[in-house]
C-alpha cells in the first residue's frame, strides 16, 4: 500500500483474467488491518502487489458446502463460480450481522438462487451450523480454518482439520 503496508487479501474476481486483481475488504475506519488506506485508493492509482497465493485449494468432490461468515465469502467465491460451472452440487451457508452489510450476496444470487442460505443475524440470528452439517451428504467438501478441505465423512471423527470455519 502507499504506506509501505504490507496486508494480504483473498483474490475474489475470475482466475483466468491475469489483468486485474479483485478484492473484497471491509470499511472499518477505525481499524488495525489496512482498511481505511485501502479504501482511500483511487480509481487507476498504482500500487505494488505480489503474486497470488493459494493457501486454500479447491478439490475435486461431489458435492460443496461453503460456508461464510462477513467477510470471510471473499476467498470462497472464485471456488464457487467454479464449481457452479462445472456443473457440481454446491450450496452456501452466509451468514453476517445484517443482509445489508453482506457483501456480494447478488452475485452469489445469480449463481443459484436456491443454493445460498443467507442468515443475517439481526432477523435470522446465527446459522445453524450443526444442523447444516449434519444434512451434508457424504462426498461433500468445506473449506476449513486451517485452509484444507475435509470431506463430510470427516463428521464421525472431528478433529482440527475437520471443523469448518465460520
Known amino acids: 500500500m502507499p504506506s509501505g503496508r504490507i496486508r494480504p487479501y483473498s483474490l475474489c474476481g475470475n482466475p483466468a483474467d491475469r489483468e486485474t486483481y479483485r478484492i473484497g475488504v471491509l470499511d472499518v475506519p477505525e481499524g488495525r488491518g489496512g482498511s481505511a488506506e485501502v479504501h482511500s ?10 503474486r497470488p497465493r493459494n493457501t486454500l485449494p479447491l478439490v475435486l468432490a461431489d458435492q460443496y458446502l461453503f460456508i461464510a461468515g462477513g467477510i470471510g465469502i471473499t476467498p470462497l467465491l472464485p471456488m464457487i463460480r467454479a464449481v457452479a460451472a462445472a456443473g457440481r452440487e454446491w450450496q452456501v451457508l452466509y451468514g453476517g450481522r445484517s443482509r445489508n ?66
Do not use: C, K, N, Y
Request: without cysteine; positive net charge.
Open 41 to 50: 485508493l483511487r480509481t487507476g492509482q498504482r500500487i505494488s502487489v505480489s
Open 101 to 166: 452489510a453482506m457483501a456480494f450476496v447478488d452475485e452469489l444470487l445469480v449463481l443459484g438462487r436456491d443454493r445460498v442460505r443467507l442468515v443475517p443475524e439481526d432477523t435470522h440470528g446465527l446459522p445453524e451450523l450443526a444442523a447444516t452439517l449434519a444434512a451434508t451428504r457424504p462426498g461433500a467438501a468445506w473449506p476449513t480454518a486451517t485452509g484444507t478441505v475435509a470431506t463430510s465423512s470427516a463428521r464421525a471423527s472431528p478433529g482440527p482439520t475437520a471443523r469448518p470455519s465460520w
